[in-house]
């Protein structure tokens, strides 16, 4: 399994890059890579060709996954569906660079439900029958039926709650305290609303 960190996003509503935004010292793409290490998971980076230089002086070309500009979609799902294609036979376990608070322990719970031979084509976590899907595994298999399916303009929508609802899931409830850990950082408001535990740098 590939650990990935999706940091390939405009960030219109930030106004600058956020995988790049310092957090105790270390890029978000890097905060969000450490957690995805810590399973002992391989990690890259999954960015657009736009960012390619800069990523690559920060973490080196090896390590990046450049978004395919030949697929007619957009969003994480570009991302994702790009990573897949450069490696068709791994299972991924996504983090996006933005969910800077999410905790290891609650990664692990999926990579410890996570069978590779089960019926299974992703693990995610869901709050209030909301899912989160991009904190999760998405097996090959499930990835590359959705090829499939946008192959033969069977993807009903580009997004990645579509992807979901065409694989078979397993979907852990969240416990109302952990809710938190799912925020994600869209803007510089953002950031200021967090504990001065969290205060992520500008
Ligand atoms: N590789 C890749 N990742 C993406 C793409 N779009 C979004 N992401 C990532 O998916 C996650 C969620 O993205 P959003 O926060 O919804 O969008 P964003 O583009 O980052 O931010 P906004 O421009 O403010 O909507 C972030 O980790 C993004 O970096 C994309 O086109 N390619």
New binding site residues.
């Given amino acids: 399994m590939l650990g990935i960190v999706?940091?390939?996003?405009?960030?219109?509503?930030?106004g600058t890059d956020?995988?790049l935004l310092d957090h105790q010292n270390k890029i978000w793409a890097q905060v969000a890579a450490e957690k995805l290490a810590s399973l002992n998971l391989p990690v890259k980076f999954?960015?657009?060709p736009s960012q390619q230089e800069v990523y690559a002086a920060y973490l080196g070309k090896g390590q990046l996954i450049i978004?395919d500009t030949l697929l007619d979609v957009?969003?994480?799902l570009?991302?994702v569906l790009?990573v897949h294609l450069s490696n068709p036979e791994e299972d991924l376990f996504l983090l996006?660079?933005?969910m800077l608070l999410m905790e290891i322990r609650l990664m692990e719970k999926l990579i410890k439900l996570f069978k590779p031979d089960d019926n299974f084509e992703s693990y995610i976590f869901s709050q209030d029958s909301r899912q989160e899907p991009?904190c999760g595994i998405y097996k090959a298999k499930g990835l590359k039926k959705i090829v499939r399916l946008l192959q033969t303009n069977a993807l009903a929508r580009h997004s990645m709650k579509c992807v979901l609802s065409n694989l078979r899931i397993c979907e852990t409830t969240l416990e109302s305290q952990d809710y938190k850990y799912f925020g994600?950082f869209?803007s510089k408001e953002d950031i200021k609303g967090t504990s001065p535990d969290n205060t992520p740098k500008l």
């Avoid at 999706?6 to 930030?14: V, Y």
């Fill in positions: 999706l940091c390939g996003g405009q960030s219109l509503r930030m956020k995988g999954s960015v657009n978004d957009r969003g994480p570009l991302g790009s996006a660079c933005d991009l994600n869209n």
